[in-house]
Every structure is written in C-alpha cells, then in structure tokens.
C-alpha cells in the first residue's frame, strides 16, 4: 500500500504562488505516471497536471505557463509550483500515484486526502 501525504496549500491572493507538495510512504515498485488533480465545489474533478512514467509532463490549458509539475529526486516526491493564481484556482487540490504491482505489473491507483487552495482576495 502507498499513503499520500498533501501539503502546501492555503489561502493566497490573486496573483499570489504557492507550491503544493506530495509525499508517498510505503513501498513503490514501478511508477506508471503521477499527477495533480482539483476539485472545485459543484464540479467534477479535474486534471491539473501529470507526469508520465518516461518524464513528460501534461497541463490542463487553463493552467499552462503558470503552473509546473515537478518530481523528488527519489520517486517518492510530487510538486505542483502555482503562480498567477487566479480565482478560479480555487479547488482542493489531489495528489495521484499510478504504481505497478511487483508480482503482476498491474496498475493502481493511489490518492490523496486533497488539500484546500483558496483565493483570498
């Protein structure tokens, strides 16, 4: 089993930075990708950004040029760099781990509790 950790957020004025943080424990065999998604009251979860298992990164349109996606030096570390924040960042905020297993090499899916990014404006 693979527990994520989420830290960073807040509540930030428009145009303000934060940087969003992700730690797993437990073992991880295999990445098949890794990413960011938020979740906004009455809305459907959506996809921030991702990091696929051979470094390239993805950003939803609405983030792109303001938010980057970054990787620890172990496996073991995900980081989301907001800048510009606007109002309508406003969202909890979900890690994702996409782990194989050792003995199948099945995929699964790991999250985090979220945490809470808020326009403070």
């Known amino acids: 089993q693979v527990q994520l950790v989420e830290s960073g957020g807040g509540s930030v004025q428009a145009g303000g930075s934060l940087k969003l943080s992700c730690a797993a424990s437990?073992?991880?065999?295999?990445?098949?990708?890794m990413g960011w998604y938020r979740q906004a009251p009455g809305k459907e979860r959506e996809l921030v950004s991702s990091i696929s298992s051979d470094g390239t990164t993805n950003y939803a349109d609405s983030v792109k040029g303001r938010f980057t996606i970054s990787q620890g030096n172990d496996k073991n570390m995900l980081y989301l760099q907001m800048n510009s924040l606007k109002t309508e960042d406003t969202a909890v905020y979900y890690c994702h781990f996409c782990t194989l297993a050792f003995s199948t090499l099945r995929p699964n899916n790991y999250w985090g509790q979220g945490t809470q990014v808020t326009d403070s404006s």
């Open positions: 437990g073992y991880i065999f295999s990445l098949c990708g």
